[in-house]
């Protein structure tokens, strides 16, 4: 069996994910993208803190500022970046960014929406809040997916920049 697929540079950072979702938090039904998060994180080198799973909203905040306590180096979250009223993840974190990313979300977008028109409906913010960089995800698993696609190549420079680093 082959050895997973690592990136050095991310090797013993801390990274952890928020599931925005109401059904899944009160056991409706089983979320389907946190693993798929863990194993990407896992793969790359991460020591990924357990899924938080929480309800739509103010939960998401909570949770995020939770684990911004515990400074890692990466905060996933999927869910809620939609348009129904309950899918309030970007506003939620929003306010906890210094700075936003805005090309990672664009990068994620354009990549949708060569699978789904819908792609363009993602609210999703990608930023850093101090040295933890915060990306939103759709709530489905080939939208987390499609994003950790296209966070592959850069979340180890990212991690590096976030950090002091200055390598190009």
Not at 140 to 159: A, E, F, N, R, T
Request: glycine share 14%.
């Amino acid at each position: 069996m082959p050895e997973p697929h690592t990136h050095g540079e991310v090797q013993g950072r801390k990274a952890g994910v928020v599931i925005a979702s109401t059904r899944a938090a009160a056991g409706i039904y089983e979320d389907e993208t946190g693993p798929v998060i863990i194993d990407w994180l896992t793969e790359h080198g991460f020591e990924a803190y357990p899924a938080m799973v929480v309800p739509d909203g103010a939960p998401v905040g909570a949770a995020i500022r939770a684990l911004l306590t515990q400074h890692p180096a990466v905060v996933i979250t999927s869910g809620g970046t939609g348009l129904s009223p309950d899918d309030r993840t970007p506003d939620v974190t929003l306010p906890l960014l210094d700075r936003e990313i805005p090309g990672i979300m664009e990068a994620i977008r354009r990549e949708g929406a060569t699978k789904t028109p819908l792609a363009a409906l993602s609210r999703g913010h990608a930023g850093a809040a101090g040295q933890t960089f915060i990306i939103n995800l759709p709530g489905s698993p080939k939208g987390v997916m499609d994003g950790l696609s296209v966070l592959d190549p850069l979340i180890g420079h990212l991690c590096d920049q976030l950090e002091g680093g200055h390598g190009h």
